[in-house]
């Protein structure tokens, strides 16, 4: 009469153990792939410019004063269950494809789900406004186009692994220059890893 061997129990004993190992760590493996692919996924935040206001300040001593001071009020929706950490954010505004204005904001946090509001001076170089022949037909009919980009850099955590963002919103704004204030908005906004 042949008896099994302790070694082949052993081994199967052994066998046994490592396969449920395998299965556990491939159950946690795919756990936290399905939690980066849901609920961790870095969705775009969304940019509104809620108002605008544009100031000429006095001008000292000369005839036409040579900048205009525009004020936003902006809110950056942050849809994301992290929050985003961002440095101070870089604002360029266009008349036609050259430069009028730039100016950086403070840096901040958007909360997770949550909105942030921000609030920038934005100087804006009426040298250049009126060195373009279109501005002056723009505001005899009372309409303003600018175009504005804003580029924030920033981090988020993910799982305590900091990832790198960037984040840029491009906003074409029509003000209307009987009371210097915003008409309409479209942006769009991109972002990188």
């Not at 544009?54 to 929706?77: H, Q, W, Y």
């Not at 269950?81 to 958007?110: C, F, K, W």
Request: aromatic share 8%; hydrophobic share 45%.
């Amino acid at each position: 009469m042949d008896y099994p061997s302790r070694s082949s129990g052993r081994s199967r004993t052994c066998f046994i153990c490592c396969g449920v190992f395998v299965a556990l760590i491939i159950v946690i493996v795919a756990v936290v792939a399905a939690l980066l692919l849901t609920v961790y996924k870095v969705r775009d935040p969304t940019m509104r410019i809620n108002s605008l206001s544009v100031e000429i300040p006095s001008s000292g001593g000369s005839l036409l004063p040579t900048n205009m001071v525009a004020t936003t009020d902006a809110s950056v929706k942050n849809p994301n269950i992290l929050a985003l950490h961002y440095r101070n954010p870089n604002i360029t505004a266009y008349y036609h494809d050259q430069l009028v204005g730039q100016s950086e904001a403070l840096p901040g946090v958007a909360p997770a789900r949550g909105t942030v509001m921000m609030k920038t001076k934005l100087n804006l170089n009426i040298t250049k406004l009126l060195d373009d022949p279109r501005f002056v037909d723009a505001f005899m009919k009372g309409l303003i186009e600018l175009n504005t980009t804003v580029f924030v850099g920033g981090k988020v955590e993910i799982l305590s692994v900091s990832h790198h963002v960037d984040v840029v919103f491009n906003c074409t704004l029509t003000v209307d220059v009987t009371t210097f204030s915003l008409k309409n908005q479209t942006c769009w906004q991109h972002m990188w890893f």
